[in-house]
């Protein structure tokens, strides 16, 4: 990680990222155009939509990226991009100008899978002390991945329908909540008591896999019955009954990730990861099992370019350096 410049790409879903990190800890710009506005309107991420955003963009953030940080191509080393899992189209983009930079500079290229990059968010706390637990919350992904050494990711649990992220947006979108959703369902969260019994799925279950579908049901059910009968439910009550059913179930998983397996550190990370409820009871968790506790920092939830090139600074010697054919790869698996 040492003497490394690294310029990073992020473009998986609605956010175009680049950074530049400066020996795989230190950021000196890391440009983050969020199109949430556009995809407002219609409750959700549109693809087509993302792609024509990131396209517009990308060009605008490596240029910020590069005169925020105050450094040209010549101070660079290598070139980072997220390649996968997430949206075809907007993956294209961050991968295409990945590699027109990378070959016209002549510079490595570290292809990067999303979900690494999010976990390495926590090398800006601290580097990554192996063996190491990962609980990986977002929009997209609910997922267990153990990680015996640098470069090795084995996912252990992972959600069957619904990833905790999207089952917050859309028992937000029932609340009347534009997406996402998240942040504000768990402001109201806190100011709200556990006062319905929503399900825990899976909970007693003899695995390390997650359910969401039934508790947002439940959640929906609970609110249109309700409406039918002209009752008025504590909407800040909801969102505590709700946010404590998935705070029970993640803290429930990974306390048996924890004692199945010699983790030395346990890490949170996504953008769910931002959640207070979601934090505080990991906390717990990891001190229960006596394994030290490393967040990623708030700012660094969420999709971002800086991860990226975090996690390329630590990986780029336990992994093979990207082809000019790399490809996006939107079902990326580790
Ligand atoms: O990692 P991310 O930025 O994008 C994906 O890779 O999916 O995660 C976005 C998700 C959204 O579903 C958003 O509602 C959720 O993270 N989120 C939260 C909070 N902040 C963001 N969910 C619960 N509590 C929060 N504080
Ligand atoms: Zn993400």
Redesign the pocket.
């Known amino acids: 990680q040492e003497n490394s410049m690294i310029l990073s790409f992020e473009s998986?879903?609605?956010?175009t990222s680049v950074a530049v990190i400066k020996n795989g800890n230190k950021i000196l710009s890391n440009v983050v155009a969020t199109q949430i506005k556009s995809h407002q309107r219609f409750g959700g991420v549109v693809p087509e939509v993302a792609s024509r955003h990131h396209i517009e963009e990308i060009t605008i953030c490596i240029n910020d990226a590069l005169q925020r940080a105050n450094v040209t191509y010549d101070d660079l080393t290598a070139v980072a991009v997220t390649y996968g899992p997430?949206l075809v189209g907007a993956l294209l983009i961050g991968v295409t100008a990945a590699k027109v930079v990378a070959w016209a500079h002549n510079l490595p290229l570290i292809p990067i899978n999303?979900i690494a990059g999010?976990i390495y968010a926590t090398n800006f706390v601290k580097p990554i002390t192996f063996p190491a637990m990962a609980l990986v919350?977002?929009?997209?992904?609910t997922e267990l991945v153990w990680m015996p050494k640098e470069g090795k990711f084995e996912i252990i649990g992972e959600t069957r329908d619904d990833?905790?992220?999207?089952?917050?947006?859309k028992i937000?979108r029932v609340l009347g909540i534009n997406?996402?959703?998240?942040?504000t369902?768990?402001?109201m969260?806190q100011k709200g008591k556990d006062t319905f019994a929503f399900p825990r799925a899976m909970e007693a279950d003899d695995n390390y896999d997650f359910s969401f579908s039934g508790l947002k049901s439940a959640f929906i059910n609970t609110v249109h019955h309700a409406d039918q009968i002209g009752k008025t439910l504590n909407k800040n009550d909801l969102a505590a009954s709700f946010?404590a059913a998935?705070v029970d179930v993640l803290a429930e998983k990974s306390q048996s990730a924890l004692e199945k397996y010699p983790a030395k550190e346990f890490i949170l990370a996504?953008?769910?990861?931002?959640?207070?409820?979601?934090r505080e009871r990991l906390a717990s968790v990891a001190s229960k099992e006596n394994v030290e506790f490393v967040k990623a920092p708030l700012k660094l939830?969420?999709?971002?370019a800086a991860m990226i090139g975090a996690a390329a600074a630590a990986m780029q010697h336990h992994q093979e350096a990207g082809k000019a054919s790399l490809n996006a790869d939107p079902g990326l698996e580790f």
């Open positions: 998986s879903c609605d956010e997430g999303h999010h919350v977002s929009g997209g992904h990833a905790a992220g999207e089952a917050f947006d937000g997406y996402p959703a998240g942040p369902v768990d402001a969260a946010e998935v996504g953008g769910v990861a931002a959640n207070h409820g979601i939830c969420g999709d971002n």
